[in-house]
């Protein structure tokens, strides 16, 4: 369990330390951390409503950071290239996150041209059943992809690396919240971009 722990460990810094520089993406993060913690929260009530909070202001909020704000030129930081930090990448690298959330979008598109959604639901009544079928799709979606992904690692990268990886996602939201929650006052005095001192400490 000790090496167990000591990867999590790892492979939380690394995610930090190469995918976290951006104030605005680290703001969402603990955004994006928040509304996952409610998700799960709701997921014991209404798993439907959790699939959509988790969904629409979670992973939008989470992914608009890394996609949108996230420096991708040469860290300097790290001494590393973007496309370098994409190869290593233990998770969802931004190539897998375009794929996943493509497929996000076209569920609200098929459903709507195909209400039935091939015979897995009963004609939407309203707008609000269709929602929940919507729901219902990301929830199996997002079951679906983190699985997909540990599956995947079992054989890239061995079963101990996986469960890391899966443990890791699952329990972001609470490393988020208490990680990047001073990010927005940071934002608000001006500062883009994290100094990273403590990345350089280490490293040096």
């Excluded at 919507?134 to 199996?140: F, I, N, R, T």
């Excluded at 890791?168 to 001192?197: C, S, V």
Aim: no cysteine; glycine share 8%; hydrophobic share 45%.
């Amino acid at each position: 369990m000790a090496r167990f722990w000591e990867e999590l460990r790892t492979q939380r810094w690394d995610d930090h330390r190469y995918y976290h520089h951006s104030r605005i993406n680290q703001s969402l993060h603990f955004v994006s951390a928040i509304s996952f913690i409610v998700a799960y929260a709701m997921m014991f009530k209404d798993p439907v409503i959790s699939a959509l909070i988790g969904w629409l202001v979670a992973m939008v909020s989470r992914q608009s950071g890394h996609f949108f704000f996230e420096p991708k030129d040469y860290d300097q930081v790290n001494r590393a290239t973007h496309e370098h930090k994409e190869a290593i990448k233990i998770g969802y690298n931004l190539r897998r996150k375009v794929v996943l959330h493509v497929l996000w979008a076209l569920v609200p598109l098929v459903l709507w041209l195909d209400p039935r959604g091939f015979g897995l639901f009963p004609l939407s009544a309203d707008r609000g059943e269709f929602l929940r079928h919507v729901g219902e799709v990301w929830l199996a979606l997002g079951i679906g992809g983190l699985l997909f992904r540990t599956v995947h690692l079992f054989f890239l990268r061995g079963v101990r690396t996986g469960l890391v990886g899966l443990t890791k996602i699952l329990t972001d939201p609470f490393n988020d919240a208490k990680t990047y929650w001073k990010a927005p006052f940071h934002l608000m005095r001006g500062e883009l971009l994290d100094p990273m001192h403590h990345v350089k400490e280490q490293g040096a």
